[in-house]
């Protein structure tokens, strides 16, 4: 591992983001205008934005990291350049903290503005602190990001990463405990919500949403979702082959 | 004379299909040696053995002393695949500053490599915007960073026009005077003529290897192009 390389490499993600205003914009306006919508959408409803917004607001960064950085990843595959770098001497690991960097910048962002958009101007009301939701809000994004590297792993072409969205995301979010909670859910549903990691992402959300203070139970659901975040970056680095057949 | 590359019985299998059989060879420290054969007869697979990203079924590579693949050769040689591979999106020069920083190459190399390959006037151009030879070119740059002992070069002068393709031979030339090893590969025999030893593949197996000499004097003909074929009738020839 060598931090002057991951460095490098977050500084040339971020340097190719530069270079994409309409992906950037998208990353960053995309989640804030889906809020308003979400807001404007339950104008006589004031309680269940209340009570859905924190969580709403977790899972639109989650799902485009998703989507971002499987891609991201994946052309660099397709382009060569990954063949070249591991070539190179770079550890495997040193290019997927360098994306996590680069992204985790963008997440900030990213939150950030949702956070200050939904607190402020929607005014959104949550028991919890507004900064506890902000740093929930970036450990999803992460977590997005993380699952979203790895899953890069197993696509071959940008179509079939895309794919990946529905068949791994949608699963995960209508087992989360928002559509349903997950105390009326099946036992076996129950069960699978419990492995699944974006769970803990909305449930630390929810906590936010309905309890003051960081409680113990919060503690619980970000050292899962962080411990994925790790899982995730060290599987995508076993999955980089630097030789292929 | 010292072996930068010492290759014994390798072969490569990919979905129970032998890509190459046997493949039993030398490079020269500090020489051109041609890799040459029509498409799909094996190149690119030998290039990436040497540089440690194809599995290999049995055999083994010899790099610089090394076996191929070892963490020790990762700053000692360059490679430069067939398509372009650099950041389309990024400028020649965010190109470099990268590839340099990823091999802890200091920043005066990078307009060193740009001078080579005759890129100064287009350093703080995006790689999209380039022609087709001008981001081939990007590609070779970066592979000459950090002064490598030995260039693997896969097709690098596919569809450069005349001028351009004469500088690059130059280069080549120059590269190997100064003692580094390079190994390019093409499909057009034209290109023979710049190597001082070829090697011809033919559906995974070599066909031939020598000097431009020898291979003109055991086909009995001049003309290179007429070499490979001649080659190919005489081996067909011979197993009738």
Not at chain 1, 158 to 165: I, N, P, S, T
Not at chain 2, 201 to 209: C, K, P, S, W, Y
Request: net charge neutral; charged share 15%; proline share 4%.
């Amino acid at each position: 591992m060598n931090a002057a390389i991951t460095l490098a490499t977050a500084r040339r993600v971020l340097n190719q983001l530069r270079r994409d205003p309409r992906t950037v914009a998208l990353l960053l306006v995309v989640p804030a205008a889906l809020l308003c919508l979400l807001r404007w959408l339950l104008t006589n409803e004031r309680a269940n934005f209340d009570h859905i917004g924190a969580p709403v607001l977790a899972i639109f960064p989650f799902v485009l990291m998703v989507v971002v950085t499987s891609v991201a990843t994946l052309r660099e595959r397709t382009t060569g350049t990954l063949e070249r770098l591991l070539t190179m001497p770079m550890h495997k690991l040193d290019l997927l903290l360098g994306y996590a960097l680069a992204f985790g910048t963008v997440a900030i962002a990213q939150v950030g503005i949702s956070v200050a958009l939904a607190l402020g101007p929607l005014g959104l009301h949550v028991a919890g602190a507004g900064w506890l939701l902000f740093v929930v809000g970036v450990l999803d994004a992460l977590l997005g990001m993380a699952l979203g590297l790895f899953l890069s792993a197993f696509a071959r072409t940008e179509f079939q990463a895309v794919q990946f969205m529905p068949a791994v995301v949608f699963p995960q979010l209508l087992l989360c405990g928002l559509l349903t909670p997950r105390s009326s859910m099946d036992a076996a549903l129950r069960a699978v919500s419990d492995v699944l990691p974006l769970t803990y992402a909305i449930d630390a959300m929810q906590r936010v949403t309905s309890s003051s203070g960081a409680g113990h139970r919060i503690g619980i659901d970000l050292t899962v979702v962080c411990a994925t975040m790790i899982a995730a970056l060290v599987l995508g680095a076993v999955t980089l082959r630097r030789r292929t057949r | 004379m010292t072996h930068a590359v010492v290759i014994r019985g390798l072969g490569v299998s990919r979905g129970g299909r032998e890509i190459l059989h046997s493949i039993d060879t030398t490079v020269e420290a500090g020489s051109i040696t041609g890799l040459l054969g029509p498409s799909g007869s094996g190149k690119t697979t030998l290039l990436r053995c040497l540089v440690g990203v194809q599995v290999i079924a049995e055999g083994s590579v010899e790099v610089l002393g090394l076996p191929g693949g070892d963490v020790r050769l990762r700053r000692r040689f360059g490679y430069v695949t067939q398509a372009p591979s650099v950041y389309g999106d990024l400028t020649v020069t965010e190109n470099l500053r990268y590839f340099a920083a990823v091999l802890g190459t200091s920043r005066s190399d990078i307009a060193n490599v740009l001078t080579d390959v005759g890129l100064n006037d287009h350093a703080s151009d995006v790689v999209n915007r380039l022609s087709g030879g001008q981001q081939a070119r990007v590609s070779l740059a970066t592979a000459l960073l950090g002064k490598p002992e030995l260039l693997v070069l896969d097709e690098p002068t596919v569809g450069l026009d005349p001028v351009l393709r004469r500088d690059l031979w130059r280069l080549f030339a120059e590269l190997a005077a100064s003692g580094v090893t390079l190994i390019v590969s093409s499909h057009v025999m034209q290109e023979a003529q710049h190597c001082q030893r070829l090697l011809l593949l033919r559906d995974g197996r070599i066909l031939a290897q020598g000097t431009p000499n020898e291979l003109r004097q055991r086909a009995g003909v001049d003309d290179l192009d007429d070499v490979f074929l001649r080659l190919i009738e005489n081996e067909q020839g011979a197993d009738a």
